[in-house]
Nanobody
Framework: QVQLVESGGGLVQPGGSLRLSCAAS????????MGWYRQAPGKQRELVAV???????NYADSVMGRFTISRDNAKNTVYLQMNSLKPDDTAVYYC????????WGQGTQVTVSS
């Protein structure tokens, strides 16, 4: 059974930082393109960042220079370091593993507010 379990979300003030983790089980995540997506209330789910099996990364323009995606294949885990957070970053953040099939985690809430 494939599971993606996100953690690390929470409430943070504008300008603060959070680090999200996504632990994968049931798959060899090293062969998957791993990604982070987010969905704010009333909006569609959008891509935040992805990292391929070869380590190539891609970011949404809105997070470029503030967020960093990384992966630890030995731990079957992908991370999202989020710095200089803004209220517009408030959303539920979802982990995705994509190869032949695509899998999603249940999401973790990130709230940026003073």
């Amino acid at each position: 059974q494939v599971q993606l379990v996100e953690s690390g979300g929470g409430l943070v003030q504008p300008g603060g930082s959070l680090r999200l983790s996504c632990a994968a089980s049931g798959i060899r995540s090293r062969i998957y393109t791993m990604g982070w997506y987010r969905q704010a209330p009333g909006k569609q789910r959008e891509l935040v960042a992805v990292i391929t099996s070869g380590g190539t990364t891609n970011y949404a323009d809105s997070v470029m220079g503030r967020f960093t995606i990384s992966r630890d294949n030995a731990k079957n885990t992908v991370y999202l370091q989020m710095n200089s957070l803004k209220p517009d970053d408030t959303a539920v953040y979802y982990c995705n593993a994509d190869w032949i099939f695509s899998y999603w985690g249940q999401g973790t809430q990130v709230t940026v507010s003073s």
